[in-house]
């Protein structure tokens, strides 16, 4: 069989059933090799390569199932890379495949021709040139398990063209199964480690536990709840961490640090003797510039990345093992043993009471613009418990993190937070429903991100996919705008655009899309929108940042 072929099945095997991707000339051996084989695989057209990879990243978020995307050479390897930076930096195993030039026509300026290896090394787990046909399934076999062993990432292939054309012995298309899910061969915890933290944690009298997104990418929700509720030991989680606990627990401490904290979680956070983080990097958001928890503090840390723990906090005991081995012993441990209880139901109950009494006079307000708050409250009354959520790092994060209230554990809720480039949330929302259609799908966005992705209504409308879009619509990059207000003297530089309509936009490719801008009306638009059975959209005219209570800190993280 032909390279492009062995390609098709060794993705085949490996159990893939959605690509997302764009056409150029140097796939056409892999485009045609998909139009010819029977293979099972549906490949989703894309307008732009980085909603190819922020598609594949939504994905596999909801199916614990490697993500694919491709794209071609030159600049398409160029615009898929910032889907693939995201999702490596926030351990999501995603497969970015790049055609590339012929082997022979290198050094000779060919059309597109660009080092894409050394382009992709330093910001993927894992990346290699197919440049030899028959080490192409051993080569793919290597990034399958790249991606799902120890901590998740993204890896990528070049696929020069002469390589698709190339013969490979059909005898090499064989996969490892254990490969094609992620978390793959888990790695188990230290058992002095468990002993150590144990010890610690059954003679605190007043500990937090600090999760990020490992216990979800691990599935470690369960372990976590038996752990917790053994110590009634209160939970907090970072913006990606929401989901491994049900806000509605009585564990449950909410959001903390500078994006979407408040200061009630805060003062929690802050009188803790003993601060377990799990999955977590304890980054500049999620501690408040390294604040929260203030250094003196004991600290243990749960990580897969044996670099992560110790990095940024003394830490008294480390932890390297997958985050759901690691808490079913660390709760084995403490059941087993005497040990204080932390009176965590009565300090999570403290700070959900301190959030609702900010929260409920803003989400209630009839002021014009419409409160941000209000557009939560809406989606929390009319959304079912099992849907998906995905927010773009601007306006909308803080508040959905702050303010919804997830009734469920597992992953609900989808952001960016490794780096936060506006434009994510769409294409992310769009791969999260090919991963779990059953489930209602709502992208939030503010009018920046809309610009940078609308193109993929087209894509949406083609596929009719019944994805709730919600424009938070200020006319301005607010974020940057409330940073000048806040630390600069106000004096707003080059923020401000003119306001689009939205709804006429969405329109235009097809979507089914309502402007609303008096309060009164928010919830009967927004159930009119859910309830629709294609692509829908809500263009809200909305408080900038600049002019809000919005739940951040520091602008400046």
């Known amino acids: 069989m032909s390279g492009a072929e062995a390609l098709v099945r060794m993705l085949e095997a490996h159990g893939v059933r959605h690509i997302f991707g764009l056409c150029g000339d140097t796939t056409l051996p892999f485009y045609d090799a998909l139009a010819q084989l029977d293979h099972g695989i549906t490949h989703f057209l894309t307008r732009d390569e980085r909603h190819a990879a922020y598609m594949a990243d939504g994905y596999a978020r909801v199916t614990g199932r490697p993500g694919v995307c491709e794209g071609p050479s030159g600049g398409g390897a160029t615009y898929i890379l910032p889907g693939v930076v995201e999702a490596n930096e926030s351990s999501v195993p995603i497969l970015a495949i790049t055609s590339d030039v012929a082997t022979t026509s290198r050094g000779k300026y060919p059309l597109t021709e660009l080092d894409q290896t050394a382009l992709f090394g330093p910001l993927t787990k894992w990346n290699a040139a197919l440049d030899d046909a028959g080490q192409l399934p051993a080569m793919l076999r290597e990034a399958f398990r790249q991606m799902t062993t120890g901590t998740p990432g993204a890896v990528h292939l070049s696929l020069p063209f002469d390589t698709q054309k190339a013969p490979v012995d059909g005898a090499e298309i064989h996969v490892d199964p254990d490969h094609t899910r992620f978390p793959a061969e888990r790695q188990a915890p230290d058992r002095h480690a468990i002993t150590e933290a144990a010890a610690i944690l059954a003679k605190a009298q007043n500990a937090v536990a600090i999760c990020g997104g490992g216990p979800l990418l691990s599935g470690g929700e369960a372990a976590l709840a038996r752990l917790v509720r053994a110590l009634d030991m209160p939970v907090a989680t970072t913006v990606s961490g929401q989901g491994v606990i049900a806000e509605t627990d009585p564990l449950a401490l909410g959001v903390v640090g500078s994006n979407g904290g408040i200061p009630a979680t805060r003062a929690e956070v802050d009188a803790a003797d003993v601060v377990l983080f799990i999955g977590c990097r304890a980054g500049s958001v999620t501690t408040e510039r390294w604040r929260s928890p203030a250094k003196g503090t004991t600290i243990l840390h749960i990580d897969s990345d044996p670099e992560v723990p110790g990095t940024n906090y003394d830490t ?64 929390m009354d009319l959304l079912d418990d099992d849907a998906i959520v995905v927010a773009d790092p601007g306006t909308p994060c803080p508040y959905v993190s702050a303010y919804y209230s997830w009734p469920r554990a597992g992953r609900h809720f989808i952001t960016n937070r490794a780096h936060g480039a506006l434009g994510y949330a769409l294409g992310a929302a769009m791969g999260a429903h090919v991963g779990r259609p059953d489930a209602k799908t709502v992208a939030l966005m503010g009018d920046g991100s809309f610009g940078f992705a609308c193109g993929e209504f087209e894509t949406m409308v083609r596929h009719r996919m019944p994805i709730t879009s919600v424009v938070f619509s200020n006319a301005t990059f607010s974020w940057i705008k409330a940073g000048q207000k806040a630390g600069f003297g106000a004096r707003y530089y080059n923020v401000d655009f003119d306001r689009t309509d939205h709804a006429a936009v969405a329109r235009a490719f097809g979507v089914a899309a309502w402007s609303v801008r008096d309060p009164d009306e928010l919830g009967h638009v927004m159930a009119k929108a859910l309830a629709h059975d294609g692509p829908s959209l809500v263009d809200i005219h909305t408080q900038s940042l600049s002019d809000s209570a919005a739940p951040v800190s520091e602008w400046v993280a």
Do not use: H
């Not at 480390?318 to 040990?339: F, G, M, Q, W, Y």
């Not at 959900?352 to 989606?379: C, G, M, N």
């Open 316 to 379: 008294a005991v480390a932890i390297n093992a997958d985050a759901r081995l690691a808490l079913e012993a660390l709760a084995d441990a403490v059941e087993a043993a005497p040990r204080n209880t932390q009176n965590g139901t009565a300090r999570a109950a403290r700070a959900w009471a301190a959030k609702e009494a900010q929260f409920a006079p803003l989400a209630t307000s009839r002021d014009t613009p419409i409160r941000p708050e209000a557009v939560i409250a809406a989606l």
